[in-house]
């Protein structure tokens, strides 16, 4: 079922204290992918686009993109026996959102996260307004998304990370529904050089004093048996890293509720496919080159519906 607005899953998640999978889409083969793992664990599931996937869908054309990308959803929605939700990820500026919130989305994300504070307040509280107005959802973001290394100083892990007060105020101010506070992931295939390291007590400040469903964004795990079979078959993506299965499963014990994911998609499927073009060379129907690709991105989602605990949920 098509879920109009994404804090209704996001709550039950919040309350019950499990994760839900917040998955990238570029195209009609992910989403096909994506939501055959979802009701194969019966899960609720977060589908999102960013403003790039809009103006790809659209041809370079954001509002078509948005309309096109919504309508594919929808769609396959509809029939599907588990909530299903669209999320604008990332998003810039007001006019992308609004793009969004009128295509039908359940929830947009503003990310003035790069503008001073009382900018990113001013922003996102506007957007609030059109959005819920529309009965849409909204995620905003506090701190900066980079990986943090050991030997980072108190002072710099301060200004980098999101701060607990500040998160008090800017939910307060600002009446977003779900906030992404930057907790040392970054986003990519290289998240960090040593082992991966989160900081939780800065995460149980904010949920803490929030109480709110928190978004944990840069949270691929960089699944090594696909980017070795990436790699074997021509790609170079040597030291790629991500966050491990029991460092996700932790974040949700302290108050993660949506889990973003967008590279291990692209890596499961490109290994895929760079192994099907290799096996079938004489191959010239793309769907069939495809296939592969899909079934691993199916094995992916489900794999982490596991991990956060949401397989059941519905
Ligand atoms: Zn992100």
Redo the contacts with the bound molecule.
């Keep these: 079922m098509y879920v109009k607005n994404t804090k209704e899953i996001l709550d039950k998640a919040n309350k019950d204290y499990y994760g839900v999978g917040a998955f990238n889409i570029n195209n009609l083969e992910f989403l096909q992918a994506i939501i055959e793992a979802a009701v194969e664990k019966m899960s609720p599931v977060i589908v999102e686009t960013s403003e790039g996937a809009m103006s790809y869908a659209g041809n370079g054309d954001f509002r078509r993109g948005a309309r096109v990308l919504a309508g594919m959803v929808m769609e396959f929605a509809e029939d599907a026996p588990v909530p299903v939700a669209l999320h604008l990820?990332?998003g810039h500026d007001i006019e992308h959102a609004m793009a969004a919130i009128q295509a039908g989305y359940s929830s947009v994300m503003i990310d003035a996260s790069a503008k001073p504070y009382e900018e990113n307040v001013k922003i996102t509280a506007e957007i609030v307004r059109f959005a819920h107005a529309a009965n849409t959802s909204v995620e905003a973001e506090l701190g900066k998304?980079v990986g943090i290394e050991d030997n980072v100083s108190v002072s710099e892990r301060d200004a980098t990370l999101v701060d607990p007060d500040e998160a008090k105020n800017f939910v307060e101010r600002t009446g977003v529904d779900f906030l992404a506070p930057a907790i040392g992931t970054s986003?990519g295939a290289f998240k960090f050089k040593g082992e991966a390291k989160l900081d939780f007590d800065r995460l149980k400040k904010v949920k803490q004093i929030t109480k709110m469903p928190l978004v944990l964004?840069?949270a691929s795990s960089v699944l090594p048996r696909y980017v070795k079979e990436a790699n074997d078959y021509g790609a170079k993506i040597e030291g790629a890293k991500g966050v491990p299965y029991d460092i996700l499963k932790e974040s949700v014990k302290y108050g993660i509720n949506k889990i973003?994911t967008d590279t291990d998609l692209r890596v499961a499927f490109l290994a895929e496919l760079r192994k099907a073009l290799h096996d079938d060379a004489s191959q010239i129907d793309p769907r069939k080159l495809f296939k592969p690709g899909m079934n691993a991105i199916k094995e992916v989602v489900m794999e982490r519906i596991d991990v956060l605990g949401s397989a059941g949920k519905c």
């Design positions: 990820d990332h998304l986003h964004h840069g973003n």
